[in-house]
Nanobody
Framework: QVQLVESGGGLVQAGGSLRLSCAAS????????MGWYRQAPGNQRELVAT??????????DYADSVKGRFTISRDNAKNTVYLQMNSLEPEDTAVYYC?????????????WGQGTQVTVSS
């Protein structure tokens, strides 16, 4: 079992910025990818951004709605993923979930964080 600790959510005005972080700990052999998803009330959970093992800019993928505004990054030594969110819009309001795709001793696994609320006021 892996523990994911998310932080950084909150209330911000439109045009503002927030930085989310998610630290993974536990029985991890190797992390394949980490990412952020979000779910607004009445909507399905959707991809925001993911980043694979290399952690390079080229290893990141973004939803079209956040390209140019959000940046995902990883600190491999700390098993931590970050999401820098700039130029926030009311439409970005949602619960943001961290997801980890990794190898445990028993095989491949996927785990989710409990979510952190992001609210953008107009």
């Amino acid at each position: 079992q892996v523990q994911l600790v998310e932080s950084g959510g909150g209330l911000v005005q439109a045009g503002g910025s927030l930085r989310l972080s998610c630290a993974a700990s536990g029985s991890i052999v190797r992390i394949n990818a980490m990412g952020w998803y979000r779910q607004a009330p009445g909507n399905q959970r959707e991809l925001v951004a993911t980043i694979t093992t290399g952690g390079r800019v080229s290893d990141a993928d973004y939803a079209d709605s956040v390209k140019g505004r959000f940046t995902i990054s990883r600190d491999n030594a700390k098993n931590t993923v970050y999401l820098q969110m700039n130029s926030l819009e009311p439409e970005d309001t949602a619960v943001y979930y961290c997801k980890i795709d990794y190898w445990a001793y028993g095989g491949p696994r996927i785990d989710w964080g409990q979510g952190t609320q992001v609210t953008v006021s107009s």
